[in-house]
């Protein structure tokens, strides 16, 4: 296990290793870490690869703020072990990885900066010989990883015009959807939405689309988001909204997190008053005694890496020959018959269903390791 920090000068290629230094007693073991600065962009680039025991890491790219690139190494640590689970607990021949790429604070991201930045990663990503394949996630798009593949082949998500299968947001809202109705039938024994009170805070690529299709079934929404544009959604919906610190003292029926990770805090859980936790954000426990707090309390909470798996699924299933629409919605769709089942299977036992989700992941890593 080791972090390597490759050579990034205009007269040398980002891809040549310069020094290696130790992983931290306390970082996760991850099989390698490559943190680089971007020769084009100057912007520092984490590519995290933590397992590669089903196969090639599949994960995002985020672009975004920080307020010192040790947040974004941190941050592609916990997501990359997060991605480990995910492809093993949805059956994918995937390991998991991802990749960060840090803005500091008041660095005003352009188009010129935004393109040079894809480029860097391309750079980072074949840099790893295949190890990771990369695709979008938060402040990247299908258009930029069109950007990125000018620089590697192991990127994923393209624009259809360019032969790619687009951006996964539709089957990720999809995933949600499904492991909201499981849960829904869990906690009340019925899986219809219609009438039921759902809180969804973040209203982005995936939680604007679970928005509206819950509105069309019926269901009553609170939404909100720290962008204040997305109120025009509220709006168009007939959706009440409030300020993103009020969402989680809503009094609802399900509270969806669908923004950025760590809502899930001790003082945000006692303060809940809804009967589930069903969203698509990543890394939603701010700690993993919160799984133990969320049980205490009687609220079903839907771990976020079974639930928000359908990009994922789509993207492997998509550039898999032989596999068409039905097969990939048929998957998709099964998502929510895995968190039924995590669901029974933490209240058979009394556990959690964080560790009754991580052992049927842990189940199949264990089987590919012999």
């Not at 025991?53 to 997501?79: C, K």
């Not at 990359?80 to 790429?101: C, D, P, Q, W, Y």
């Not at 950007?147 to 990127?155: C, G, L, S």
């Not at 809804?274 to 969320?294: E, F, I, K, Y």
Request: contains cysteine.
């Amino acid at each position: 296990m080791s972090i390597t920090h490759p050579t990034a000068t205009p007269h040398t290629p980002a891809a040549q290793p310069a020094t290696t230094v130790p992983l931290p007693l306390d970082a996760p073991g991850h099989e390698r870490v490559l943190v680089s600065r971007g020769r084009r962009s100057g912007l520092t680039v984490v590519v995290a690869v933590h397992s590669t025991v089903l196969g090639q890491a599949l994960g995002g790219a985020r672009l975004w703020q920080y307020e010192h690139w040790t947040d974004a190494l941190a941050d592609a640590l916990r997501l990359s072990e997060a991605m480990t689970m995910k492809n093993a607990a949805a059956g994918l021949a995937r390991g998991g990885g991802k990749a960060v790429i840090h803005v500091p604070t008041g660095v005003e991201v352009d188009d010129a900066l935004r393109r040079a930045a894809m480029l860097d990663l391309g750079d980072a990503v074949e840099a790893l010989g295949g190890a990771y394949m990369t695709a979008e996630d938060v402040g990247t798009s299908a258009e930029l990883m069109a950007v990125v593949a000018e620089r590697t082949a192991h990127v994923c998500g393209l624009p259809p015009e360019q032969g790619g299968v687009g951006e996964p947001a539709d089957a990720t809202a999809a995933g949600v959807h499904a492991g909201l109705l499981a849960t829904l039938e869990h906690v009340t024994g019925r899986r219809e939405v219609a009438g039921r009170h759902v809180v969804i805070a973040g209203l982005g690529q995936v939680g604007g689309r679970l928005a509206r299709q819950l509105a069309a079934e019926g269901a009553r929404l609170t939404v909100t988001d720290v962008a204040d544009d997305k109120r025009a959604l509220a709006e168009e919906l007939g959706a009440e909204w409030v300020e993103p610190a009020e969402a989680a003292l809503v009094e609802a029926d399900v509270f969806a997190p669908c923004g950025l990770g760590g809502v899930l805090t001790p003082e945000v859980v006692r303060r809940l008053r809804v009967r589930a936790v069903v969203g698509a954000a990543n890394n939603q426990l701010a700690s993993r005694d919160v799984a133990d707090l969320l049980r205490q309390r009687g609220i079903a909470w839907a771990p976020d890496f079974v639930v928000n798996a359908g990009g994922v699924v789509y993207l492997d299933l998509a550039s898999t020959p032989g596999v068409g629409a039905a097969e990939r919605a048929e998957r998709i769709a099964a998502i929510g018959d895995t968190v039924g089942r995590v669901l029974r299977e933490a209240d058979a036992s009394g556990e959690t269903t964080l560790a009754a989700a991580e052992r049927l992941a842990n189940a199949r890593l264990a089987a590919a390791r012999g």
